[in-house]
């Protein structure tokens, strides 16, 4: 006996206000069931929004508001702090193209925080222009971030 499988309905979620933590939240449940070989950029559109029909089966609910991710980082950003994203995503990009061709890091010698020298990222055109922050490296696969080592 043959059985026809019946279309699965689709779920209508409500819209509502989603914290950055939950939605964090949800974005690491997604992560532990995402197949190893699949990167966590696919949660991010081209614009660095997020695509929340992929994370909505975690939040239960569809977002209000825009979040943005970093493609290179994976931090979150209100929209108000978009423009964090694209800083991050570029001069993470410079710092890795400057570690491959000098084998160094962009910082200046001894500098125990690690800050991100742009001069240095500057004489080898890798940004056009300066960020109105500062980065600092990590010891994490020398990912960059804003927070200012202690």
Do not use: C, G
């Amino acid at each position: 006996m043959w059985f026809k499988k019946q279309p699965k309905e689709d779920t209508k979620y409500p819209q509502r206000d989603i914290s950055i933590k939950e939605l964090q939240q949800a974005i690491q449940q997604f992560e532990q069931d995402l197949p190893s070989h699949i990167p966590l950029r696919v949660l991010i559109n081209e614009d660095r929004s997020l695509d929340y029909s992929l994370l909505t089966p975690f939040l239960k609910a569809i977002p209000n508001q825009p979040y943005y991710m970093s493609k290179e980082t994976y931090e979150l950003f209100p929209e108000e702090e978009k423009h964090l994203a694209v800083a991050l995503d570029q001069v993470q990009r410079a710092v890795d193209q400057y570690i491959l061709q000098t084998n160094t890091l962009p910082v200046i010698d001894y500098d125990p925080y690690r800050k991100v020298n742009f001069f240095k990222l500057e004489q080898l055109d890798l940004i056009d222009q300066r960020p109105d922050i500062d980065f600092y490296i990590t010891d994490l696969e020398n990912l960059i971030t804003m927070e200012k080592p202690e």
